[in-house]
């Protein structure tokens, strides 16, 4: 799950209380990613505009050309990169916002297991 917050600072504080842990945090670049008992909670201040579900790992482009051969809208021109790296937007029928993202360490790592 990725959430918009207004305050990046604020937000930790009240995540940790409920026992989230850091597990990656960028204050500079105003995003952090947090766990909970094996969930992962992504928090952005002034990257996306709502909240969302968020997939990471996976080659973008096959992803994509998957979408497509079945039918489902992307929202906004995927971002694409040679290795496989990348973002695609859609949402599902109750609007929804979905967001794949990779990026290629991630790709690494799937590779490597």
């Known amino acids: ?23 990656c945090i960028h204050l500079e670049d105003k995003w952090a990613i947090l766990t909970y008992r094996g969930g992962i909670l992504g928090l952005y201040e002034g990257h996306i505009k709502e909240n969302c579900f968020n997939f ?4 973008i482009e096959h992803l994509v050309k998957f979408l497509e051969d079945n039918n489902i809208e ?13 973002t695609a937007f859609l949402r599902d029928p109750d609007n929804n916002l979905i967001f ?14």
């Open 56 to 59: 990471r790992g996976g080659n």
């Open 74 to 86: 992307v929202e906004s021109v995927p971002l694409l990169n040679k290795d496989g790296s990348g």
């Open 100 to 113: 794949f993202d990779t990026a290629k360490e991630e790709l690494e790592e799937t590779k490597a297991s």
């Open 1 to 23: 799950m990725c959430l918009a917050v207004k305050d990046l600072s604020a937000s930790l504080i009240f995540y940790h209380k409920l026992g989230y842990k850091d597990h």
